[in-house]
C-alpha cells in the first residue's frame, strides 16, 4: 500500500504570502492519479487539483500544482483569508495524505 | 448540477451494521464510478471503497473484509454497509462522486469532484 506523507503538518502565513505544501508517496505514483482537496471546518473537502497539476473548475489559478514519481507539491501564489484550511493530497483509490492545515499567522 | 445526499441512521449499536445510503441527484448514476470515504473526530480523511455503475468494485484493503457498497441503478443510488462496527467506526461519512478525464495515449484521470455535505455515524450502546 502506497503511504502519502504530507509535509509540514502545520504551516503558519499571512495573508499575501506564498504557500508551498508537500506531498510524498512510499512510491512511485501516476501523476493522473494524484489529487489535492481543501477542508474547511464542518464542510466537506473540495477538490482542487487533479492529475497533480490541472486545476479543477471554479479553481482560482493562484493554486497550482506540480510533481511526478514520488514528489508532489501544491503552491498558493497569494494566500487569501479564505484559503486558510486544511489540504490534502490522494492517490485515486488509496490513501490520502495526513493532511497539511494552513492557519494564519 | 449534480448533488449528493447521504442518509441513514445517526447511531448505530457495537457489532451491529453501519448502513448508509447516498442518492444522486440532478443527473445519472450511470457511466461514472461512485465513492465512499470517511473521517473520524478531529482526524483526516480515509478512502474506503468505489463502484461502478455497472457494479465493479475496490475497497480499501484495511476495512475490505467488513465492507460492502452495492449500487441501484433505477433509483440513482448507491449504499454502503460496514459490519461489525467499534467505536473506531465513529466518524463523519462522505459519499463522492468520481470523474473519469480521458487525456490521450490510453490515460485517464480520476479524482472525486462532487461531494456529499457527509453524515455522522456514531457507534455506541
Known sequence: EIVLTQSPGTLSLSPGERATLSCRASQSVSSSYLAWYQQKPGQAPRLLIYGASSRATGIPDRFSGSGSGTDFTLTISRLEPEDFAVYYCQQWAGTFGQGTKLEIK | ???????????????????????????????????????????????????????????????????????????????????????????????????????????????MDVWGKGTTVTVSS
Open chain 2, 1 to 111: 448540477q449534480v448533488q449528493l445526499q447521504e442518509s441513514g441512521p445517526g447511531l448505530v449499536k457495537p457489532s451491529e451494521t453501519l448502513s448508509l445510503t447516498c442518492t444522486v441527484s440532478g443527473g445519472s448514476i450511470s457511466s461514472y464510478y461512485w465513492s465512499w470515504i470517511r473521517q473520524p473526530p478531529g482526524k483526516g480523511l480515509e478512502w474506503i471503497g468505489y463502484i461502478y455503475y455497472s457494479g465493479s468494485t475496490n475497497y480499501n484493503p484495511s476495512l475490505k473484509s467488513r465492507v460492502t457498497i452495492s449500487v441501484d441503478t433505477s433509483k440513482n443510488q448507491f449504499s454502503l454497509k460496514l459490519s461489525s462496527v467499534t467505536a473506531a467506526d465513529t466518524a463523519v461519512y462522505y459519499c463522492a462522486r468520481v470523474a473519469t478525464h480521458y487525456y490521450g495515449s490510453g490515460g485517464y484521470y480520476y479524482y
